[in-house]
């Protein structure tokens, strides 16, 4: 017998392939858009709870680089990661990024530099977040010290961006910076008063004001010969927080206390001369009644 070759039917199956979703023409674009969607929002809460801890721990000035030394990392580690999942190589980016470094650092010197110039008041913190700081003719609280400039707030409430190289080439003033700050209030009186008894006056209104601090104590210091004053200062110590209301209160109290000492603030005083070296521009007074155009004074 020849060979019986049996055959056995199967039905046809036809294959069904089931697409991974993750995958977009062979690329996992979606997954790496998770991952961007989801880390960024996390990188975000993270810093924001690592700066809220340091703030209620250290101050706002401490939140302010540990926010950012914590959100920008975390931001790089998942660009990186997102390239990587899209079948990107990073040694041909790394190559590229150099050479497109170079010609941006070259078109970008001033932001280079105050980006290194804020590392630098970041480290130093010659001021932080909330202080009264005085640069050149401006005068603010501080807002925020980001990576380009810092901003200040002025008393009449506008904003001022100052670039951090500017603050690390020129000088500075933080106002706030210490606990107390003295007040240094000059008065003027008229030669013919006694000058001791001006000193026991500005002591007395020190010292019985409660907001003045009484160490270090209160002291008059005598300024000079002025051109129509004898010239003192009154140098005496408060809080930082109230210096302003305190100030303007004791020149208040030395207005109100030398008019009822009867004490004169002189105001300065103008001679007329007609071109002679010696002689005044003459004026002779005539009449003691009312004053009539053109008749009250002759010469």
């Known amino acids: 017998m020849g060979d019986v070759k049996i055959f056995a039917l199967q039905e046809a199956v036809p294959a069904v392939e089931v697409p991974d979703v993750l995958y977009v023409g062979g690329i996992p674009l979606l997954r790496a858009a998770l991952i961007l969607v989801i880390g960024i929002p996390a990188a975000w809460a993270i810093a924001r709870f690592a700066r809220d801890y340091a ?24 660009l990186v990661t997102v390239l990587r999942e899209l079948g990107l190589s990073l040694t041909p980016l790394l190559g590229a990024a150099g050479i497109v470094g170079i010609a941006v650092g070259f078109a970008s010197q001033t932001s280079v530099s105050n980006i290194i110039s804020g590392f630098f008041l970041l480290a130093e913190a010659p001021f932080k977040v909330g202080d009264v700081i005085k640069v050149g003719e401006t005068t603010g609280v501080v807002m925020t010290i980001d990576m380009l400039s810092v901003k200040l707030r002025t008393f009449d409430n506008q904003m001022v961006r100052i670039p951090n190289e500017a603050l690390v080439k020129t000088e500075v003033t933080t106002v706030t910076r210490f606990p107390i700050r003295r007040m240094d209030i000059p008065v003027g009186i008229a030669y013919k008063e006694d000058a001791g008894r001006i000193r026991e006056i500005l002591l007395e209104i020190a010292t019985a004001n409660p907001r003045v601090l009484m160490e270090p104590e209160p002291i008059v210091i005598f300024e000079g010969y002025g051109a129509s004053s004898v010239d003192f200062k009154l140098a005496s110590w408060t809080q930082t927080p109230i210096f302003l209301p305190v100030r303007n209160e004791l020149f208040e109290e030395i207005k109100a206390r030398f008019d009822a000492e009867g004490i004169e603030i002189p105001f300065p005083h103008r001679s007329l001369y007609t071109g002679s070296d010696t002689a005044p521009f003459p004026i002779r007074i005539v009449s003691d009644g009312p004053v009539e155009d053109g008749g009250a004074l002759e010469p």
Not at 57 to 64: E, I, M, N
């Open 55 to 78: 703030i209620r721990t250290y101050d706002a000035q401490k939140g302010l680089v540990v926010h950012k030394s914590v959100f920008y990392p975390a931001v790089l580690v998942i």
